[in-house]
């Protein structure tokens, strides 16, 4: 596998898409349960499974279209300022076209999938993550600085919670079907 084979889609902010520098599949844990016996408390396997925030690093393109198209769906989330920030949240959204089909459940815009496809030596996807239900819970700063002298392009973070997350080969089959070696199916 290599750094630098992957590919991150995500419907609701292409721009974010393709200027992304950094991505993870996050941490999954799974708790434990206490069973209690007079000789010693022994950890048994626990019955949830917890994952960690998936987070994003893009270069922020010259008219600032990505950041600010993660901004403003914060932004209607959250509506800071008035209501009307959500309901332009919806009527916004290009991709699900809420207002023009009727829809007013609101995982058609306030939420999105993601893929974050693993490439393989040739950059041909091998190995897709797909999260559901993404939604953003924050967004870095930027640091305009007129005394730094290396010149660099702007980055932003990203952080995103989501419901879960699956990772299927290439042809969408998930991984965890999969028969590995020693295994009886």
């Known amino acids: 596998m290599s750094p630098v084979g992957f590919k991150f889609i995500l419907s609701k902010a292409p721009k974010v898409d393709f200027l992304c520098q950094a991505a993870n599949i996050p941490a999954i844990n799974m708790g434990t349960a206490v069973q209690s016996t007079y000789l010693k408390d022994i950890a048994v396997p626990g019955d949830k499974v917890l994952y960690d925030d998936l987070t994003l690093r893009f270069l922020i393109d010259e008219q600032m279209e990505n950041y600010l198209s993660i901004y403003k769906w914060i932004t209607g989330l959250g509506y800071p300022e008035t209501i009307e920030q959500y309901n332009n949240l919806k009527k916004e959204d290009p991709y699900s076209r809420v207002q023009d089909i009727g829809i007013t459940d609101p995982r058609y815009f306030e939420f999105s999938d993601a893929t974050l496809q693993i490439l393989?030596?040739?950059?041909?996807?091998?190995?897709?993550?797909?999260?559901?239900?993404?939604?953003?819970?924050?967004?870095?700063?930027?640091?305009?600085?007129?005394?730094?002298?290396?010149?660099?392009?702007f980055t932003a973070q990203v952080s995103f919670k989501y419901t879960i997350f699956e990772i299927t080969d290439k042809n969408g089959v998930r991984i965890d079907n999969k028969p590995t070696l020693g295994d009886p199916r």
Request: aromatic fraction near 18%.
């Open 120 to 153: 393989n030596s040739n950059f041909q996807p091998n190995i897709q993550v797909k999260f559901k239900d993404v939604f953003p819970i924050s967004l870095s700063t930027l640091e305009f600085d007129v005394a730094d002298r290396d010149y660099s392009y």
